[in-house]
């Protein structure tokens, strides 16, 4: 079973996955496919605000927040990684839940990248946004780092994050079926 969905002009088609006994989702992953990254990274910049920085959570997002700071001129992004690294010169962290990593994990923000936040705006890009979990905890290491945050956006809202405005996105991802109908 499979979503087709156009995204930024272009067609693809998304397997569906098991996320319980009820609900299924469509794997969406940008990674491996350049010229979705490179569409999608246009229209999210046509409706961005003003910021001074972008900031995505590791793994997903990372090609679409290295595209969109590359098409946009940006000389520098940030990531909240999902552990500490040797070449951090400090890390603070913040828990989350994210519906497709099993259990609870962190996110980690290096200091000297929380110095550079510190007064600016700061803009939260993600590939999907589905319960929100990740986007709360990417907010709260911004605020942890006295950024102020310019907006939220993401390729896909899936599930209640349609509903929400308080996020940017350029497509609807639906929940599904056991046999591959969208969820009501």
Do not use: W
């Not at 246009?42 to 001074?52: I, S």
């Not at 959570?57 to 590359?70: N, S, Y």
């Not at 940030?78 to 400090?90: E, I, N, Q, S």
């Not at 350029?170 to 969208?182: I, S, Y």
């Amino acid at each position: 079973m499979d979503h087709k969905i156009t995204i930024a002009g272009l067609e693809r088609s998304l397997p569906l996955c098991k996320l319980n006994d009820d609900i299924y989702i469509a794997a969406f992953v940008i990674f491996g496919d350049p010229e979705l990254t490179v569409a999608a990274a246009r229209e999210l910049l046509k409706l961005a605000p003003d910021y001074d920085y972008l900031i995505s959570a590791e793994a997903k997002g990372i090609p679409l927040v290295h595209e969109m700071a590359r098409q946009h001129g940006d000389e520098k992004y940030f990531l909240a990684r999902k552990a500490p690294k040797l070449y951090m010169t400090g890390v603070f962290g913040v828990e989350v839940d994210s519906i497709t990593t099993a259990g609870t994990q962190k996110l980690y923000l290096d200091t000297l990248d929380a110095e550079l936040m510190h007064g600016k705006r700061i803009l939260i890009v993600d590939d999907v946004i589905s319960t929100g979990n990740s986007l709360t905890a990417i907010e709260r290491l911004v605020k942890g780092a006295g950024g102020h945050i310019a907006g939220n956006m993401a390729i896909l809202a899936e599930g209640d994050a349609i509903g929400r405005d308080d996020i940017t996105y350029l497509e609807e991802l639906p929940l599904f079926t056991p046999d591959g109908k969208v969820l009501e």
